[in-house]
């Protein structure tokens, strides 16, 4: 059973930055993707960034390309979103997610059933 824990989140006014840490714990033999979501108030959950930790590769929603960076520690088993220019409408609760099963390969990567492990999640605030 995997366990995935987010933190960093906090408020911060718009312009400025938080780093994002998500820690996993339990089976980590490998992982196939891993990504963070959002959601906000009455919204429904948004994809915001993904990678595909075998090879690298990142992906990013249109509307946080050039701001945010998502990166993977593989020694400390933590991935990581670098928010910088953070502005109100990225007001959510950020989720870490992880596909353990291969799934993520069949599906977009904004999918949420592509991944099988789910944080509890971390609010962000960013005020105007």
């Known amino acids: 059973q995997v366990q995935l824990v987010e933190s960093g989140g906090g408020s911060v006014q718009t312009g400025g930055s938080l780093r994002l840490s998500c820690v996993a714990s339990?089976?980590?033999?490998?992982?196939?993707?891993m990504g963070w979501f959002r959601q906000a108030p009455g919204k429904e959950r948004e994809g915001v960034a993904a990678?595909?930790?075998?090879?690298?590769?990142?992906v990013y929603a249109d509307s946080v390309k050039g701001r945010f960076t998502i990166s993977q520690d593989n020694a400390k088993n933590t991935l990581y979103l670098q928010m910088n220019r953070l502005k109100p409408e990225d007001t959510a609760m950020y989720y870490c997610?992880?596909?353990?099963?291969?799934?993520?390969?069949?599906?977009?990567?904004?999918?949420?059933?592509?991944?099988?492990?789910w944080g509890q999640g971390t609010q962000v605030t960013v005020s105007s």
């Open positions: 997610a992880a596909d353990y099963e291969g799934q993520s390969r069949y599906m977009a990567w904004n999918r949420q059933e592509g991944y099988n492990y």
């Open positions: 339990g089976y980590t033999g490998g992982s196939d993707a």
């Open positions: 990678i595909y930790t075998r090879f690298g590769s990142t």
